[in-house]
């Protein structure tokens, strides 16, 4: 009798264990879908230590849970992540143990991405492209801020981590500013937080803190989106503040972590960033201390001990004045009888100088020179008329250049000189170097315009493909899967509440909008 066959007529109904249904359950299930393809959103992923990789796949109405095995996950080329559209290749089963079917996938590739990834994508390239993402404008953290302003929801298990860490490694003072952490609250106040601390002023009443904190627990992608918003990732970079942003669990990401000074993987690990360890700086400063002490003790001890050493090689100062004494003794014997000798050389040399300085001597050399000058005298005059001569002769060869006739030559040949120069500036010599010149300048020009012509068709190809490229990326493409967008009063609606509230609705499909009337609006 098959398991879910109706009892025999007055047969008693069969009883069945929890395990024996569940068992049923799965055989149908598996027996109707032995393998599917299936496209939707990837929400939560979880990695155990096991390595298995479990996640949701997910469209605009229903949710349905995937695992993948450890083995299959070291063969996927494309590693699923929160926010990819993809497409699931496995076999649809049930978890007896959770009551709940599920789907164990054995391939997974990308299909595109959701609404969301795509706007947050658009918005970290466009504020990349503006240079806030760059190492250079980060600043370093001050080493230990007096005081700490942390921007988080005062009622969260996050402050308390936050105070409980900085009251175990180095206790500072904290101003909290109090925000919502998630929701259409979240960003606004965020952005106030962050431009309501640096707008103190310090020393004041309220003292300007010296290091910002923006924490948040983990939690999904929409959970955390207003840490994702435009505005509060400016208010980060503009923060003249050093800025540590801790939003989530470590594999969570928001466009805050990388605007900010630096990211805490947790705001437990954003505290330890914030302050050091008082306990482990007292005792660094004391080993410093002591190793100081002994290397001054030390140093002390070896250069005593050096000196002691050389003083034990040097010889008395009885030993090293023995030599000098004796060399003196037997310099003073020898200075008398040096002085006796000297003084008699100098006598002898006085002598043999004075001889020739006697009255004799001196008349016969002023006879010698009076007879030179004369000689000397006789010899200048003939001199001085033969110089005279070469002059003069000189001048007159200068004057002979300037005759007429010579002059009348130098003419002639500086107008056989001009008339050759002249020749090459005839006109018909002109105009063959003028049209040489224009049939250059034609080519270059046609050159020019083939280039010209060559560029705009180079530019105009690449925006074709850049017009292309940002037609695939664009929201509108995420349409033609079988998305929509909700407008409400002209502004893009994220929420039910939201939709609650707007008096007009607007439904964007890929093919044309559909205006939704309120039902008090509708026409009675």
């Known amino acids: 009798m098959d398991l879910f066959d109706d009892p025999a007529p007055g047969a008693n109904s069969p009883e069945f264990t929890v395990t024996e249904l569940s068992g049923a359950i799965k055989r149908v299930i598996e027996g109707e879908f032995a393998h599917v393809r299936i496209r939707g959103e990837v929400g939560r992923v979880s990695r155990p230590r096991s390595g298995h990789v479990y996640l949701d796949l997910k469209d605009d109405r229903s949710v349905i849970s995937g695992v993948i095995w450890k083995g299959v996950t070291a063969r996927l080329e494309t590693q699923p992540e929160e926010g990819m559209e993809v497409i699931a290749t496995g076999r649809i089963t049930t978890f007896g143990g959770q009551s709940k079917y599920q789907i164990v996938i054995e391939d997974i590739k990308p299909a595109g991405m959701g609404a969301l990834m795509a706007l947050l994508e658009k918005r970290k390239a466009a504020l990349a492209a503006e240079g806030l993402f760059a190492p250079e404008r980060k600043r370093p953290l001050p080493y230990l801020p007096d005081i700490i302003g942390v921007v988080t929801s005062p009622s969260g298990a996050v402050i308390r981590d936050i105070l409980h860490r900085l009251r175990d490694r180095f206790p500072r003072k904290v101003l909290i500013w109090p925000v919502a952490v998630q929701g259409a609250k979240c960003a606004p106040e965020v952005v106030r937080a962050i431009e309501g601390f640096n707008r103190l002023t310090p020393g004041g009443a309220l003292p300007r803190p010296e290091l910002l904190i923006v924490a948040r627990g983990g939690g999904s992608v929409e959970d955390l989106w207003g840490f994702n918003e435009e505005s509060v990732a400016r208010a980060a970079a503009a923060s003249e503040i050093p ?17 900010s000074d630096k990211r805490a993987p947790t705001p437990t690990a954003a505290a330890e960033l914030a302050v050091p360890v008082r306990h482990e700086l007292a005792a660094w400063l004391e080993g410093q201390g002591a190793r100081m002490r002994q290397a001054l003790s030390q140093g002390l001890t070896r250069r005593g001990q050096r000196m002691r050493d050389l003083a034990r090689a040097l010889p008395r100062a009885e030993t090293l004045l023995e030599g000098p004494r004796q060399r003196l003794d037997r310099g003073g014997e020898k200075l008398a009888p040096a002085l006796i000798a000297g003084v008699q050389g100098r006598r002898v040399k006085l002598a043999d100088m004075s001889g020739a300085l006697r009255p004799g001597t001196l008349r016969r050399h002023l006879d010698a020179d009076r007879q030179r000058l004369a000689q000397l005298s006789a010899r200048l005059d003939p001199a001085w008329q033969r110089n005279l001569k070469g002059r003069s002769d000189f001048l007159k060869t200068r004057l002979d250049r300037f005759h007429p006739e010579v002059l009348q030559r130098q003419i002639l040949r500086r107008r056989e000189r001009l008339a050759d120069r002249t020749q090459n500036f005839r006109p018909e010599v002109l105009s063959r170097d003028l049209a040489r010149q224009d049939q250059r ?11 010209g012509q060559a560029a705009q068709d180079r530019r105009r190809r690449q925006i074709d493909a850049l017009g292309r490229t940002l037609g695939t990326l664009g929201y509108r493409e995420t349409l033609a899967r079988g998305f929509a967008v909700v407008r409400g009063d002209g502004n893009v609606v994220t929420s039910a509440e939201a939709a609650k509230s707007a008096k007009r609705l607007e439904i964007e499909f890929a093919d044309d909008r559909l205006e939704v009337l309120r039902r008090e609006d509708a026409p009675s």
């Open 243 to 259: 800025l540590i942003s801790a939003v989530g669990h470590e594999t969570d990401t928001t466009l805050i972590d990388f605007v």
């Open 441 to 451: 300048l034609t080519e270059v020009l046609a050159r020019l315009a083939r280039a």
